[in-house]
């Protein structure tokens, strides 16, 4: 008994199986071969110069009008505006950036939060995909964290390794 592509072909059922299930599989690995490279890629480095220069340049370009030029955040940024959207938080030491992980604070700057927590957030940050390059969100992300005081950076770097370590 010999296959051939005709005789594949006419059996219409073994063809409409196969075909859409080879797609889905080859998606598959393809999403998570990606989602795997992004995560590796996602490490801040706060101490590269060029990298912070970068970061800078593109924080005062897109960040600084709501995050402030010093980083300060707007006024009562814990507190909701009456059109129901919060103010742009601060992302110096006295906010809460470096309360989470590299991997989350790229993943909301590159998707935006209502994409990473699945539901409604009013907020004005748009999702920067579109915009930056993730080099791009890396560096003005590193250049925000090279702005923390040390202790903090340390307590920021723990935050890390109990992500990496889960």
Excluded at 60 to 87: F, I, T, Y
Excluded at 152 to 162: E, T
Aim: net charge positive.
């Amino acid at each position: 008994m010999s296959l051939n592509f005709k005789s594949f072909i006419k059996d219409k059922s073994l063809f409409v199986i196969l075909v859409p299930s080879l797609i889905l599989i080859l998606g598959i690995v393809v999403y998570f071969a990606e989602e795997k490279v992004a995560e590796a890629a996602i490490t801040l480095n706060p101490y590269n110069k060029e990298t912070i220069s970068l970061g800078k340049s593109l924080y005062v370009q897109n960040c600084a009008s709501c995050h402030g030029v010093k980083l300060e955040g707007q006024k009562n940024w814990m507190s909701r505006l009456p059109d129901g959207l919060m103010p742009a938080p601060p992302h110096d030491e006295t906010g809460h950036t470096w309360h989470h992980s590299d991997k989350y604070l790229f993943m909301i700057t590159k998707y935006g939060i209502e994409n990473i927590i699945g539901q409604k957030y009013p907020n004005n940050m748009p999702a920067y995909k579109d915009i930056l390059s993730d080099k791009e969100i890396i560096s003005v992300l590193s250049y925000i964290k090279s702005t923390w005081p040390n202790k903090v950076k340390k307590i920021h770097d723990q935050i890390n390794d109990r992500e990496k370590s889960k």
